[in-house]
Nanobody
Framework: QVQLVESGGGLVQVGGSLRLSCAVS????????MGWFRQPPGKEREFVAA????????NYADSVKDRFTISRDNAKNTVYLQVNSLKPEDTAVYYC?????????????????WGQGTQVTVSS
């Protein structure tokens, strides 16, 4: 049974930072690319960042480039999202997901397993 468990969300002021974590079990973590998505209130889920199976290749949405950093630790079966310089528009539920391949993917339908999400709220 594949499980993804996110943590690290919370309430933060504009300009603040958080580190989101996603612990994965039930599959060979190092075989798959991983991604982070988010769903703002009243909006559709959107791509945030992705990382390849080795961690050497990453991909970011334009809206988060230079502020967010995705990384992974294959020894710990965990993927991270460091979020810096937060803005009110970053308020959303953040989800991690496993890709169906080893390479970075931006399409939501390229991911098959999802976590339950962690709330990030940025106050102004």
């Amino acid at each position: 049974q594949v499980q993804l468990v996110e943590s690290g969300g919370g309430l933060v002021q504009v300009g603040g930072s958080l580190r989101l974590s996603c612990a994965v079990s039930g599959l060979i973590f190092s075989n798959y690319a991983m991604g982070w998505f988010r769903q703002p209130p009243g909006k559709e889920r959107e791509f945030v960042a992705a990382i390849s199976w080795t961690g050497r290749s990453t991909n970011y949405a334009d809206s988060v480039k230079d502020r967010f950093t995705i990384s992974r630790d294959n020894a710990k079966n965990t993927v991270y999202l460091q979020v810096n310089s937060l803005k009110p528009e970053d308020t959303a539920v953040y989800y991690c997901a496993t890709a169906t391949s080893a390479w970075t993917q931006v399409r939501i339908d390229a991911y098959d397993y999802w976590g339950q999400g962690t709330q990030v709220t940025v106050s102004s």
